[in-house]
């Protein structure tokens, strides 16, 4: 199987963040040779093996394109609409949004949980949570719109608060 990434190129990781694939090497694993991306991920600082044939199942995807970020930078502008109270079920609804590895979804966690946190302060899993969506955001956007980590994050906070 050819892989469809290459040496160099960004990717987002749902849940683990943006990396950066460092090599495509071909390993043995129970007696079959398989073909890993070794992706190095920033957020972490860690560096993962994937088999190739597993990136599609693990969600694993390009960058998105700046049309893209523009959309989910419009979802953080939209109303507000308060989810459960019950935080253990709030915080489940958002690991799955943010699972699905779609800017979109990630988006929509960051917007939720800012608007929440406005309200009464998050408990703790949920602010983890919020702080890993907002930095799988703004690496996201870093990457597809070309721009600083400054410049990125004053734009989703200037969305959140519009």
């Known amino acids: 199987m050819d892989p469809a990434y290459k040496v160099n190129q960004h990717l987002v990781y749902p849940l683990q963040g943006v990396g950066e694939i460092t090599s495509i090497e071909k390993r043995t694993f129970k007696g079959e040779e398989v073909l890993y991306y070794i992706i190095y991920l920033d957020i972490s600082d860690m560096t ?64 939720t949980l800012y608007h929440r946190s406005k309200i009464k302060e998050l408990p703790i899993q949920e602010r983890k949570l919020y702080d890993n969506a907002l930095k799988i955001l703004s690496d996201e956007l870093i990457y597809s719109l070309n721009k600083s980590r400054s410049e990125i994050e004053e734009l989703i906070f200037t969305k959140l608060e519009s």
């Open 48 to 111: 993962v093996m994937v088999p190739v044939h597993k990136t599609e199942e693990l969600g694993i995807r390009p960058i998105v394109t700046e049309e893209e970020s523009f959309k989910a930078l419009e979802q953080l502008t939209l109303e507000y609409v308060p989810v459960t109270a019950d935080w253990k079920m709030r915080y489940q609804m958002n690991l799955d949004l943010l699972k699905s590895g779609s800017v979109n979804d990630n988006a929509v966690v960051v917007r």
